[in-house]
């Protein structure tokens, strides 16, 4: 198995119910520290009654879908440690935005092991390209590899951009999104989606570097994208600002990852055979120039990135 199938399936693994579950857990403990409900020894408390080894996660994994989730998870911690919180604050988690910021953190995740399978068709473009660099093949192969190279910058800074949902207490708002990691928003995005549309303006912009190797895959990275951004819509249509986007936007969204991750692996597979022409056209210096200007480029964004270590 190739490093990007095995990211392939860790994004599968992230999407499954028990890593949506646990995602939307680990939201909702950061809520509660935000919220500092009770003080740390509360929150810790908490924390514990869901890493005790007898603690049922049944419920809450069956209200996945219609998002009772997170009731479900606050009645088994009410069982597993009564009095944890008082009951002002249990009310105060069942906050649906939850599932919102619960999503961004999947997304978070999820861009980072794309721009792990990203930079690994980097280096092998990297390589591909200082190989014929003094030719046309090299030209065109630079340009790919810029491609590549601009794609990653995209994604990663989609990925640094991701905010948690406002919460309903925006006092908090600071403290959860430090504690996950995200962003503060300026507004709630319930009614203007821009997180969703950004990632799938992110993952779209690859769709024609990636046609160059495999074009049925690119196609259905595309209209993957597409059905995120027609499902983020008809999600902010029917919102009110007081509840998380529906199950169809987080299919939605998964869906565009799984092809997303699909496509690298399908570009990855055709990079690895990937033979050049048997007669080649050699560069003019300026044209070789230009080849060598974008290798050092890419050897650098590389090198400071991680990628192809």
Known sequence: M???????????????????????????????????????????????????????????????????????LLEQIRTVAPGALDAAGWARLEDPRLYDTAMMLLAQDSLGLMLDALGEASEQLLTLTEVHQQTATGLRLAQHLSAAVQGRAVLSATRAALPCQMPREPDCASG????????????????????????????????????????????????????????????????????????????????AFED?????????RALDRWQGPRVDEALQPEAWQMVDTMLSRARAVMEESGAGE
């Open 2 to 72: 190739s490093v990007t199938e095995s990211l392939q399936d860790e994004v599968n693994m992230l999407w499954s119910d028990e890593g949506r579950l646990a995602t939307l857990s680990a939201a909702m403990m950061a809520m509660a520290g935000a919220l500092s409900l009770s003080g740390t020894e509360a929150v810790e408390s908490v924390e514990a009654a869901l890493s005790a080894p007898g603690f049922n996660f049944a419920p809450a994994l069956a209200g996945l879908d219609d998002r009772q989730a997170h009731r479900a």
């Open 176 to 255: 959860l999104a430090e504690a996950l990691a995200l962003q503060v928003p300026d507004l709630p995005w319930s009614g203007d989606p821009w997180p969703l549309t950004d990632i799938a303006t992110a993952l779209s912009g690859l769709c024609p570097f990636i046609a160059a190797f495999h074009g049925d895959a690119a196609r259905r990275l595309a209209d993957a994208a597409a059905a995120l951004v027609v499902a983020a819509a008809q999600g902010q249509s029917q919102g009110n600002g007081s509840r998380a986007f529906g199950l169809d936007v987080e299919d939605a969204l998964y869906r």
């Open 260 to 268: 997303a991750m699909a496509a690298l692996v399908a570009l990855n």
